[in-house]
T-cell receptor
């Protein structure tokens, strides 16, 4: 069975500090997809990134970067020079490919609440 | 519409009452998903549709929960005889198509959710 663990329940950092959110996953599949979603205080879920299991290249998007390491089953998310607007709950999620055709069933972690202190 | 629309945004009901939650997906999106998110937890899969066909309902907790999407667009999640443990945020999401051979690659666009409180 697939599982996503976000061990950090809450993190607080001072504005402009860098912060890394950890995500560890379990799956029996060799082909899978990993996601990060952001849930700001307003409550919606906002897609941030998708990564497939064959692409271990790190990705950078502005102040956001993601480190995918298959050897440790981790997909960590780093925010550089954090800002107050980054305050949110961040969810890591896993989707196993080919389990059911067309089923984009995501398994989410329990989330990490990030607070950026001005 | 421009985004996934859910109604009502907030619903307070008494135990034993039935509730119906509505989801209007992005126009043209083939697939529609329902998730439930308890306080302090991540969303959990309930069920999903491709067009009007319910493909997987393995996440529905029991037979008090049902969902339909009769015309392949708007969907309704119905909870009969609500219980306090049903209190949660119910999220709907849609995606454009089946993905590439069931690749799991489709990106879901979530609605703002319907927060249900059962007293």
């Amino acid at each position: 069975a697939q599982k996503v663990t976000q061990a950090q329940t809450e993190i607080s950092v001072v504005e402009k500090e860098d912060v890394t959110l950890d995500c560890v996953y379990e799956t029996r599949d060799t082909t899978y997809y990993l996601f990060w979603y952001k849930q700001p205080p307003s409550g919606e879920l906002v897609f941030l990134i998708r990564r497939n299991s064959f692409d271990e290249q790190n990705e950078i998007s502005g102040r956001y970067s993601w480190n995918f390491q298959k050897s440790t089953s981790s997909f960590n998310f780093t925010i550089t020079a954090s800002q107050v607007v980054d305050s949110a709950v961040y969810f890591c999620a896993l989707s196993e490919a080919f389990q059911n055709f067309g089923n984009e069933k995501l398994t989410f972690g329990t989330g990490t609440r990030l607070t950026i202190i001005p | 519409g421009a985004g996934v629309s859910q109604s009502p945004r907030y619903k307070v009901t008494k135990r034993g009452q039935d509730v119906a939650l509505r989801c209007d997906p992005i126009s043209g999106h083939v697939s529609l998903y329902w998730y439930r998110q308890a306080l302090g937890q991540g969303p959990e899969f309930l069920t999903y549709f491709n067009y009007e066909a319910q493909q997987d309902k393995s996440g529905l907790p029991n037979d008090r929960f049902s969902a339909e999407r009769p015309e392949g667009s708007i969907s309704t999640l119905t909870i009969q005889r609500t219980e306090q443990r049903d209190s949660a945020m119910y999220r709907c999401a849609s995606s454009p198509d089946f993905g590439v051979a069931g690749s799991g690659a489709n990106v879901l666009t979530f609605g703002a959710g319907s927060r249900l409180t059962v007293l």
